[in-house]
T-cell receptor
Framework: EDQVTQSPEALRLQEGESSSLNCSYTVSGLRGLFWYRQDPGKGPEFLFTLYSAGEEKEKERLKATLTKKESFLHITAPKPEDSATYLCAVQGSGGGNKLTFGTGTQLKVEL | DGGITQSPKYLFRKEGQNVTLSCEQNLNHDAMYWYRQDPGQGLRLIYYSQIVNDFQKGDIAEGYSVSREKKESFPLTVTSAQKNPTAFYLC????????????FGPGTRLTVL
């Protein structure tokens, strides 16, 4: 059974204070690892898909990396508008290729 | 603008009533999904459909039903058999089933009174 664990559960940063969110996973045959951003009361917004260990993707202040056991979402010089819950999900070749989601990291960036 | 719409945004139901949540997409995606989100839990798959007139149960299908009569539409009915229906319901779509990035709608919050 595929599993995803995200840490920390919550993170409070000062504006400009860089940090990383962790997504540890176990999956049978990784097809893809997905990062989403979710604002309160809204649907998840797609950020990145990573397919193989060593892959990296960037978007503005966000950078996602992938190893064989975990993925990191690095946030460089965050701003208050980066405050949200960040969700990680994996898609494996077993279990019908369904997405398995973690419980998310709630990020708060303060002035 | 292409995207996924869900309605209503908020829905209140009395115990014993069935309710139907709407999901429409104009992305020309083949696959559509319904998830349930509860505090402190990851999104859980209720049903998915890879083509018109075909759908499969997800991990928590009991107490729910769906239909896929049109490519653009995938309504979810929460029946009175669902023991704990209060949750945030999310619809998603992808170009093909399970093998592409899934894009989500804005969600419907269902509260049972």
């Amino acid at each position: 059974e595929d599993q995803v664990t995200q840490s920390p559960e919550a993170l409070r940063l000062q504006e400009g204070e860089s940090s990383s969110l962790n997504c540890s996973y176990t999956v049978s045959g990784l097809r893809g690892l997905f990062w989403y951003r979710q604002d309160p009361g809204k649907g998840p917004e797609f950020l990145f898909t990573l397919y193989s260990a060593g892959e990296e993707k960037e978007k503005e202040r966000l950078k996602a990396t992938l190893t064989k056991k975990e993925s990191f979402l690095h946030i460089t010089a965050p701003k208050p508008e980066d405050s949200a819950t960040y969700l990680c999900a994996v898609q494996g070749s077993g279990g019908g290729n369904k997405l398995t989601f973690g419980t998310g990291t709630q990020l708060k960036v303060e002035l | 603008d292409g995207g996924i719409t869900q309605s209503p945004k908020y829905l209140f139901r009395k115990e014993g009533q069935n309710v139907t949540l709407s999901c429409e997409q104009n992305l020309n995606h083949d696959a559509m999904y319904w998830y349930r989100q509860d505090p402190g839990q990851g999104l859980r798959l209720i049903y998915y459909s890879q083509i018109v007139n075909d759908f499969q149960k997800g991990d928590i299908a009991e107490g729910y039903s769906v239909s896929r009569e049109k490519k653009e539409s995938f309504p979810l009915t929460v029946t009175s058999a669902q023991k704990n229906p209060t949750a945030f319901y999310l619809c998603a779509s992808s170009p093909r089933v399970h093998t592409d990035t899934q894009y989500f709608g804005p969600g419907t919050r269902l509260t049972v009174l």
